[in-house]
Each structure stands twice: as C-alpha cells, then as structure tokens.
C-alpha cells in the first residue's frame, strides 16, 4: 500500500503552509513513505499533517516538525549527525538522504529501536545506526558530531550533547516543561559556548534520562 498520490499531496500541504524550501529534502519525503514507519490501522493517518502513535506512548512527529527541525539543522553532505530519540526511525531515514556520512541516532525503548530498525532496513539505508540506550548522555564513542536534533522534549541543554558537538555545529533541541516547549537552534562557538535561537513553540514527549527528565513511575 504505496500511497504516492497522498504522500505527494502532503508534500504540497506542507509547502502550503511556507515550510519545505529544500527540493532534496522534499524528495527524501516522497521517497520514505511516512506509512511503512506506522503500523496497522494507523497507516491510514500517514499523510496527514499530524503526529501518530508508534506505541509505548510514543509518536512519530508530525511531518511539518520533521520539516521545520530538518532544514533548522542546515544538513551539508558532509555531517556526521546524531539524533535522539529515534521513534519508528522515520526522522534518521529523511536525515540518511541529506548527507553521506552516518547518521546515529539513539532509542531508550528496546522494542522501538527493534521496530526503527527493520524499518530503515526495509527502505534499503545503510548509512543510519541505530543504538539502544539513554541519549541524554550523547554517545561519546563517534562524538563529534556536525548536527545534532533531538526528538524529545528537555528540561535544559543536556550537557553532554553540547560537548559533543563541533565548534560551528548545530543543534536542533525542544526546551521546557512536561507540557509545551521552544524549539531552538543552538549553535556551538567554542568550549561551553553556544548562541541560541528560538523557532517556535511544539508539544513533544519528554527525553526521559539522566540529564532529561526523571522517569515518572
Ligand atoms: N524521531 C522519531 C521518529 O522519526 O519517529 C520520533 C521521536 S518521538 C517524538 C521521541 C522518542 O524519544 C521516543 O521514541 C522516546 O522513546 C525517545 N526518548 C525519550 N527519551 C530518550 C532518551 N533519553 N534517549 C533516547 N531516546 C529517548
């Protein structure tokens, strides 16, 4: 069930809302279709403009979120990329089309980094690496990174994530409550240096780990 007339159609919905400038990523859109990121019943809400369950009380983001923190990050070919908050694995696959290097992108809930994995192996990607674990830590093991985004709603700038990144790097980061958080771009200029930028106001689930929020039992 390849529904490419609802797919483009979504595409032309989000353009009419003034987002989606960038033809690459406009195409990785139509070539990830949002569907085969959902499952069963839910499929049929894959090209509307609306976040959707993925399970474990989690979503895959609405599709012009994904837009709005994609062209945020200002993708280059060259970036290596780190994501938190992987999902259903739809975000890494879109970012795996804008640049060569890998993108690695990290999931607390072990079913659902399962589930993003076979879906990004089902579209053929083989640039995203999915890790199972807390992201609020960063993951050392390849930092630095060009760009990172995060897919979780946190308290504050985890500072992990910020030493991770590169002098002149970008990070994309929703900041506040349980309830509603600022998107910002967060660019790094030097050790423990940042500018911060806001671009708008998002509800996200909250990144839940040691520098996120604390887990509510
Ligand atoms: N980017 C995803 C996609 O394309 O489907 C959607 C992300 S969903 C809005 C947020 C995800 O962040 C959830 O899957 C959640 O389990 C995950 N998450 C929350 N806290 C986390 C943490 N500390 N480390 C890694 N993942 C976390």
């Not at 609802?6 to 989606?20: A, C, F, H, P, T």
């Not at 993108?103 to 980094?113: C, F, Q």
């Not at 089902?122 to 992201?135: A, Q, R, S, Y």
């Not at 994309?172 to 409550?177: E, Y």
Request: net charge positive; hydrophobic share 35%.
């Amino acid at each position: 069930m390849f529904m490419s007339y609802e797919n483009r159609k979504l595409v032309s919905d989000i353009k009419q809302k003034g987002y989606l400038k960038s033809k690459e990523l406009e195409q990785a859109i139509l070539d990830l279709p949002r569907e085969k990121f959902v499952s069963g019943s839910l499929k049929r809400f894959a090209y509307e403009d609306i976040p959707i369950s993925i399970g474990h009380r989690q979503t895959v983001s609405q599709p012009s979120t994904v837009v709005i923190m994609t062209e945020a990050l200002d993708v280059k070919k060259t970036d290596k990329i780190l994501e938190i908050g992987t999902g259903s694995g739809w975000q890494s696959s879109i970012l795996s089309k804008l640049t060569k290097k890998n993108v690695y992108t990290i999931e607390r809930i072990h079913e659902l980094a399962e589930s993003a994995k076979s879906n990004i192996k089902e579209m053929g990607i083989k640039n995203v690496k999915v890790i199972e674990g807390d992201g609020s830590k960063g993951l050392k093991k390849y930092a630095l990174y060009d760009k990172i985004i995060v897919t979780a709603a946190s308290p504050e700038l985890p500072k992990p994530l910020l030493d991770q990144l590169k002098i002149g790097g970008k990070m994309v980061i929703p900041l506040g409550d349980y309830y509603s958080q600022e998107m910002f771009v967060v660019t790094k200029r030097g050790k423990g240096k940042y500018d911060k930028v806001s671009i708008g106001f998002f509800n996200f689930v909250p990144l839940l780990g040691k520098y996120g929020f604390e887990e509510r039992k």
